[in-house]
């Protein structure tokens, strides 16, 4: 990995710059014990230079109060809300919610900020779980330069940072994914994936290039803002049919991207299966609302949560020694979009 977060401004840093203990600093700065003006003066002007802020964490760890956690994602809201915000982010909470629950955790859901919106700094927590960070993430960065700890559900995109995470094998699930498309006729597949720089698109391109140089297959990858949602599908299914007509399967990995395109391939006058498989990542209310209903992946996400809680909690209580926590292997929901009748 490469470079680790700044570290953070400590009670120590401001006693050494203020030239008095770390006791007088704490009672300075909390309101406890007997500091003179002139101190307590110097200790606040030290802190301020440094630009030290309390560690809500450490200091709830001391008093036995109780911690709070938030669950975010960093995708955009047409990515990971759903239909009636019934989507990947509120299927991780449900579960995450009560695991934390057992821990004595309360759990705060945070929906996907805008820039400018609410700074995550107003916050009162002490750890988060943040789903499928993209490379040089703002909403990742801002929580590690509060001193947080975090735990990501999916790799984090890049090398930028080092951060305990879940890993969702988005590799080996592409493989589960276009090893059925090929078993149900596909033989000219295109891959459809965001253009942000996150691990589960990297992984899926990784997957799809060695599946086609081994069938000798020319690989088609398209990339779309996912901000676009369902319009985002449409417009790179019109495109790649225009640009290249002879295929006949698309692998669409974010699931709202897979409706659009569904609609465009029907408006087109083709028919999915029979013409055109379609297939998605995420085996969510999308996939199965869609019409005709998206062959996809069971991501395990129960247990993807029950994981990430256990090792935020783990590093919550100072046990940082586990980095990574594997899911199960995607499992097949096989549906209309892929099941063509054998000729």
Same mark, same amino acid.
């Given at each position: 990995m490469a470079d680790s977060p700044t570290p953070r401004i400590t009670i120590s840093d401001v006693a050494r710059q203020a030239g008095v203990s770390r006791t007088t600093?704490?009672?300075?700065?909390?309101? *406890?014990?007997?500091?003179?003006?002139?101190? #307590?003066?110097?200790?606040?002007?030290?802190?301020?230079?440094?630009? /030290?802020?309390?560690?809500?964490?450490?200091? #709830?760890?001391?008093?036995?109060?109780?911690?709070? +956690?938030?669950?975010?994602?960093?995708?955009?809201?047409?990515? &990971?809300g759903g239909p009636s915000r019934l989507g990947f982010f509120m299927e991780v909470a449900a579960v995450a919610a009560s695991s934390a629950l057992e821990r004595g955790l309360a759990m705060v859901l945070v929906p996907p900020l805008k820039s400018g919106q609410t700074p995550l700094s107003s916050l009162? +927590? !002490? %750890?988060?779980?943040? +789903?499928?960070p993209q490379a040089g993430d703002p909403l990742l960065a801002e929580l590690l330069a509060q001193g947080l700890p975090v735990v990501s559900i999916g790799r984090p995109g890049g090398d930028e940072v080092d951060v305990p995470y879940v890993d969702l094998l988005s590799g080996p699930a592409t493989q589960v994914l276009l090893t059925h498309m090929q078993a149900a006729g596909a033989r000219r597949i295109a891959l459809?994936?965001?253009? &942000?720089? *996150?691990?589960? /698109?990297? $992984?899926?391109? $990784?997957? /799809?290039?060695?599946?086609?140089?081994g069938y000798g297959m020319p690989p088609v990858v398209l990339r779309m803002d996912e901000a676009l949602g369902e319009s985002g599908g449409y417009a790179a299914a019109q495109q790649l049919l225009a640009e290249h007509p002879q295929l006949d399967a698309l692998l669409v990995m974010v699931d709202t991207f897979a409706v659009g395109a569904a609609r465009y391939v029907q408006e087109a006058g083709l028919r999915i299966p029979e013409?055109?498989?379609? =297939?998605?990542?995420?085996? %969510?209310?999308?996939?199965? &609302?869609?019409?005709?209903?998206?062959?996809?992946? !069971?991501?395990?996400?129960?247990?993807?949560? $029950? $994981? =990430?809680?256990?090792?935020?909690?783990?590093?919550?209580?100072? !046990?940082?020694?586990r980095r990574m926590a594997s899911s199960p292997l995607p499992a097949l929901a096989i549906r209309r979009s892929t099941q063509r009748q054998p000729r």
């Open positions: 600093v704490s009672h300075a700065l909390n309101g *406890r014990g007997q500091v003179d003006p002139a101190t #307590r003066l110097k200790v606040e002007e030290a802190a301020r230079a440094l630009g /030290y802020r309390p560690n809500r964490h450490a200091q #709830r760890l001391r008093t036995g109060g109780a911690n709070m +956690i938030a669950l975010m994602s960093s995708m955009p809201a047409t990515v &990971s009162d +927590i !002490d %750890g988060a779980l943040v +789903i499928e459809v994936v965001g253009s &942000s720089r *996150r691990t589960s /698109y990297a $992984q899926a391109e $990784q997957a /799809y290039a060695a599946m086609a140089e013409d055109l498989i379609l =297939a998605t990542r995420y085996d %969510g209310l999308r996939a199965r &609302s869609c019409e005709p209903p998206l062959t996809a992946l !069971d991501l395990h996400l129960e247990e993807v949560a $029950q $994981q =990430a809680v256990d090792l935020l909690f783990e590093h919550l209580r100072g !046990d940082t020694s």
